[in-house]
């Protein structure tokens, strides 16, 4: 696996690679690797010869009362997983190699309508800092093609319409979210809870498969379905942030007669904020 840190080196790589005639594909990650981002990697195997991945705790991201300082790196133990999952390229950039003037003056992409409701409601600006800094990867790595989780339903739809507003010439793939064995999403984030929030955290996932099982029996009063589903989380020990029901394909909120739906959510347990979603089709 090649390694650098700098934006020179990684454009002449993949232009070696294009030479060739060859695919790359790319997985953008802040590190803190789990069995999730693995399987990204090695989703995106199957669609290129190589894959370059990128770690960048990105600070246009966080807000001020947000976990940035203390944000995990565990950049042994991610070359160790991307290693074994035969990542063609590592790119670890700094602050200063991403934005090469200050935060402030850095021009930044944003995405309305979808950012600024449902996690960037909680977190305003949080989806601006997301899409400003994946354009600028994109522009960097010029893949054709990028992978990204749909536990983070929200941002994949942001980065959607971003490369299509934008006219990126870039494949973008959602992956399925990866589970613990008893339906927690996999999340750097759930290093985060002690061993008695780690067990109560599965009831997020439980309570959006009760809220869809209503919906799928033909329930259409999306707003009951919210409020007992937050009353469900709040009942079990986590703190809701929001439960939403919304149109898959553009966050709006649905009519009664739209079918394909998401169930999204976002809870507090302890230091952790956990968000989590499933389709309903």
């Not at 999952?85 to 003056?105: C, I, K, N, R, T």
């Not at 992956?175 to 955290?201: C, F, H, K, W």
């Not at 007992?228 to 966050?251: F, I, M, N, T």
């Amino acid at each position: 696996m090649i390694e650098t840190t700098t934006i020179e080196q990684l454009r002449e790589v993949v232009r070696a690679w294009r030479r060739s005639g060859e695919r790359v594909a790319f997985v953008p990650t802040m590190g803190n690797l789990h069995a999730g981002h693995a399987h990204l990697v090695d989703q995106a195997r199957s669609h290129a010869k190589h894959v370059v991945v990128s770690i960048f705790v990105n600070p246009l991201q966080f807000g001020p009362q947000e976990d940035l300082a203390n944000y995990p790196r565990t950049i042994d133990q991610d070359r160790t997983i991307l290693r074994a999952h035969g990542a063609s390229l590592l790119f670890l950039p700094s602050v200063a190699e991403m934005y090469p003037v200050p935060l402030d003056d850095t021009t930044k992409v944003a995405v309305p309508n979808l950012s600024d409701v449902l996690c960037g409601a909680a977190r305003p600006g949080h989806f601006d800092g997301v899409a400003t800094v994946v354009a600028r990867l994109f522009n960097i790595v010029q893949p054709d093609l990028a992978l990204f989780g749909e536990k983070d339903f929200q941002q994949l739809r942001v980065i959607q319409r971003m490369v299509r507003d934008l006219a990126f010439s870039i494949e973008i793939i959602g992956v399925p979210t990866v589970r613990e064995a008893d339906g927690l999403a996999m999340s750097s984030r759930n290093g985060y809870l002690t061993q008695e929030q780690r067990r109560i955290a599965p009831r997020l996932h439980e309570a959006l498969q009760t809220a869809r099982a209503r919906i799928v029996r033909g329930e259409r009063d999306f707003q009951a379905v919210e409020a007992d589903a937050s009353a469900q989380l709040a009942a079990a020990g986590l703190r809701p942030d929001y439960v939403a029901v919304r149109r898959a394909d553009d966050l709006a909120v649905p009519r009664a007669d739209d079918v394909d739906l998401v169930i999204l959510a976002a809870a507090w347990l302890g230091r952790a904020r956990l968000i989590d979603n499933v389709r309903v089709v």
